[in-house]
């Protein structure tokens, strides 16, 4: 904390300007914040793990234990990495160089699909949001490599295009293509990415699931879109069993179906190379992996030198073996204690939430009954699966990195493909065990909060209420409040996208969250750049919401208890729930990664997010007075607060 600091006026130094002015953001990161303190110091509990995996030579094979841990050693054998070369792609990309003919385009796809390798379109197996007992099979747009579509189209971005290109010319010479070869493919690469990311929706408009969801009889796709192959993609993929697609933007399709068609075979199997090797680089040897650093997160995120070489290796490792790794970290980081602690702080959060279904004025009450209705079906999960999946069967080697990380990925493209058509698991996690981060499931209808997040400073239960509810308890709300945001509203207690709100009711939603649109607008993260309104606004609803939600739950607490409310460093228990909340959001940020996080991330910037929402609760007025609006003239936010 910085005490020097007003905290009615400049609250985000109060609470956090000292530890912002004592912690730049570190070389090998783009960002560094509270968040970004518990992935790092998680992360070194997970080297301990893979550590001991690695060394251990009794661990049976196929074992969790053993699995992570041949798969570390592996990552950590640079020498082996640079003497496969590109062997372990060398399959991947000779089945490109096969392709001679139009007819040969689709094929080749749905293989790389089949490997992870996600040119073109996005596909995808989730619960049907429609129906949301079953798995559809999924298709998005995609096949870009920068991370938006703006990037491509916008004139801001025009150095970081060019950057680009220059890129894909090194990756493709490091693949042994000629100096002029490579600056055509790297020309023909970004040409054919123009072209999709032109027809691709933005940011903002791909938030809406009502107008992202588009299902279609397998039988009508080759009359609707002639241009893609659809009886080459589907069956090869096993994706046409339920007898239906759901497309997210179907004009996007057309145009594959247009580009498909126009270009030819030729640009085609250097736009398919290049992604084979663009999501194998990280994996490769060392020159692949440090040109893939140095554009990526260099050039893109400000980022000025690598992670340590076993943080990789650990992500990787979380990302391919995420629930064995898992395993392996609640035995050791996890206590029972924890998850109790954790179910009773839901709890009071839902009580608080329901109370607020219940009584809030302006919403009518045939439309209240539902609302209460889906909220008596709401769940959440704590820790980590009951369950954990068993990957016995993938082939994990010590000496083949690049190979273990695509049979790990083809593993889980069988498994999810598998249950298309199917019912869907409700046991299942979409975050690993050790993840620093919760979400909540529209189709579900419930939050979810693995273990890696329930750890300082978002939970300790060593420490005062104030502090937790403060913490984790504003996230428990944040994630409720979810359910009613400006998209989770429109899914039922079923978890299906059906529209149960009176039009009065719907109308009066939508003028309130109009003025939290309106707010985050007018705040500028960067010099001439504000924060995108509709792009957040999901996530600023449910910062609201959480915010409001927990210092309720904070007070009946309180109340319940007869705990002291004596303060303690000089502050109540209300001044330490707000401090705690703030602390959450302290964060550096280079400038090149705070650009790309506006143009693309449906969330504020750290500082906003820690003050914005208490700019309308006349709580935080009383605890930290004068009265009045944090910085600027006085404002009257009392329409932003919805829930």
């Known amino acids: 904390m910085d005490l020097t600091a007003d905290p009615a006026t400049k609250f985000y130094d109060y609470a956090t300007g000292t530890w912002r002015r004592e912690n730049p953001t570190p070389a090998d990161k783009a960002v560094w914040g509270a968040g970004a303190e518990l992935v790092d110091r998680n992360y070194r509990l997970i080297r301990q793990i893979l550590e001991s995996a690695a060394e251990d030579a009794t661990a049976s094979t196929a074992s969790p234990r053993r699995q992570v841990g041949d798969l570390y050693a592996s990552a950590l054998d640079i020498d082996r990495r640079n003497a ?29 699909h089949d490997a992870g390798v ?91 699931d009502t107008k992202n969801h588009h299902p279609f009889p397998v039988d009508e796709l080759a009359t609707r879109f002639p241009g893609i192959a659809w009886a080459d993609y589907l069956p090869a993929r096993r994706a046409d069993v339920a007898g239906y697609i759901v497309l997210g933007q179907p004009e996007f399709f057309e145009e594959v179906g247009r580009l498909l068609a126009s270009r030819p075979v030729a640009d085609w199997r250097m736009y398919f190379r290049w992604h084979v090797l663009h999501e ?21 995120q400000g980022q000025t030198q690598p992670e340590p070489d076993w943080k990789r290796a650990a992500l990787t490792i979380d ?7 898992g395993r392996l970290y609640v035995e ?62 993938v082939d994990i080697r010590r000496d083949e990195y690049a190979a273990n990380r695509l049979r790990a990925t083809a593993f889980e493209i069988r498994r999810q493909m598998a249950r298309v058509g199917g019912p869907v698991d409700r046991s299942e996690w979409e975050m690993t065990p050790p993840t620093v981060n919760a979400y909540f499931s529209p189709t579900q209808n419930e939050i979810v909060f693995p273990a890696g997040i329930l750890q300082p400073p978002f939970f300790d239960f060593t420490m005062d209420d104030a502090v937790n509810y403060g913490a984790i308890g504003a996230v428990i709300g944040h994630e409720i409040t979810h359910g009613y945001d400006d998209q989770g509203r429109r899914f039922d207690a079923d978890g299906n996208l059906v529209d149960w709100w009176s039009d009065a009711d719907a109308k009066e939603f939508e003028a309130r969250a109009k003025h939290v649109v309106d707010e985050y607008n007018g705040l500028e993260a ?60 302290r964060q550096n940020c280079r400038e090149a990664e705070r650009r790309r996080r506006l143009t693309m991330d449906p969330h504020s910037p750290g500082e906003f997010r820690a003050v914005a929402p208490l700019r309308s609760l006349p709580e935080f007025a009383a605890a930290f007075p004068p009265p009045g609006p944090l910085s600027g003239e006085p404002v009257d936010n009392s329409r932003t607060r919805i829930w």
């Open 84 to 112: 496969l070369g590109l062997r372990p792609v060398q399959p991947l990309l000779d089945r490109v160089g096969r392709a001679t003919h139009p007819a040969d385009l689709v094929p080749l796809l749905a293989e790389l």
């Open 118 to 208: 996600y040119a073109l379109f996005q596909p995808f197996a989730y619960p049907d949001r429609n129906r949301s007992s079953v798995y559809a099979f999924y298709l998005y747009q995609g096949g870009l490599s920068l991370p938006d579509r703006e990037y491509y189209v916008a004139d801001s971005f025009s150095a970081q295009r060019e950057a680009f290109r220059s890129h894909v010319g090194r990756i493709f010479r490091l693949a042994g293509v000629g100096e002029s070869d490579a600056d055509v493919a790297a020309a023909t690469v970004l040409a054919i990415e123009t072209d999709l990311a032109k027809a691709s929706r933005s940011a903002t408009d791909l938030r809406d």
């Open 280 to 300: 194998n680089a990280p994996y490769l040897s060392a020159g692949f992996e440090t040109e893939n650093f140095d554009f990526f997160h260099h050039s893109l």
């Open 319 to 325: 990302q391919q073996l995420g629930e064995a790794l």
């Open 332 to 393: 050791r980081h996890f206590p029972p204690e924890a998850r109790a602690r954790m179910a009773d702080l839901v709890a009071d959060l839902c009580a608080v939430f329901r109370g607020r279904l219940a009584g809030v004025d302006w919403m009518t009450e045939p439309t209240r009954i539902k609302a209460l209705a889906k909220f008596d079906r709401f769940t959440a999960k704590i820790g980590h699966p009951d369950r954990y999946r068993d990957y016995s069967t």
């Open 526 to 585: 960067l010099p001439g750049v504000f924060v995108n309104g509709e792009l957040t606004l999901g996530e600023n609803i449910a910062d609201f919401g959480g915010v409001s939600l927990a210092y309720e739950a904070l007070q009946r607490r309180l109340a319940r208890s007869g705990a002291s409310r004596a303060p303690i460093d000089g502050l109540t228990p209300e001044q330490r729930f707000f401090v705690s909340w703030a602390q959450v959001w």
